[in-house]
């Protein structure tokens, strides 16, 4: 590249605007040499690390008093009442267990699907299939019952019911 009375010549093959030679009296320039720099840019580090536990501390505060506050009466950590008498058992939750039948409970189910059966005026056709996590239906096998449940998805069975409260008719 030669430079010509203030021009750049391309056909030498430089790069435009980089001097080959050192220009005199310019010195280059050392980094992050001054003290004065270097002060800046540690207490920069120390802010942003400041600054950094601080957001971290509120955020797990601010986590922690949202935790324990109850905000009202839909909590999913409620729990439906329970009842226990010589005649019913089970929850007091009737939005869940809203499905009810009456029948014999029988010790028993269909392949995988039911724990117990409910034999229903009718014939086989209205036999419920049932299963329960809140009562334990071997109190009641042989009994004529009311029960209250919530219907779920079967393969094998008309209907598969998760039963939530037992009510005893007859010995």
């Not at 030679?21 to 320039?29: A, L, N, S």
């Not at 935790?67 to 226990?84: I, N």
């Amino acid at each position: 590249m030669a430079v010509q009375a203030g021009r750049v010549n391309m056909a030498a093959g430089g790069q435009v605007g980089i001097p080959q030679k050192p220009v005199e009296g310019v010195r280059p320039m050392e980094p992050a040499q001054n003290p004065v720099i270097q002060q800046t840019m540690k207490l920069n580090s120390k802010i942003f690390i400041g600054v950094y536990v601080i957001v971290i501390f509120l955020g797990v505060a601010t986590g922690y008093i949202l935790s324990s506050k109850r905000v009202g009466p839909g909590m999913a950590d409620q729990k439906p009442a329970m009842v226990k008498t010589d005649k019913v058992a089970g929850s007091t939750d009737t939005k869940t267990f809203k499905d009810s039948a009456t029948g014999v409970i029988e010790k028993g189910g269909l392949g995988v699907e039911g724990s117990h059966k409910l034999i229903r005026d009718g014939g086989p056709s209205q036999t419920a299939y049932l299963i329960s996590s809140v009562v334990d239906l071997d109190e009641y096998a042989g009994k004529k019952v009311r029960v209250w449940g919530q219907t779920m998805t079967a393969k094998k069975v008309s209907w598969l019911m998760d039963v939530g409260k037992v009510e005893r008719l007859s010995e």
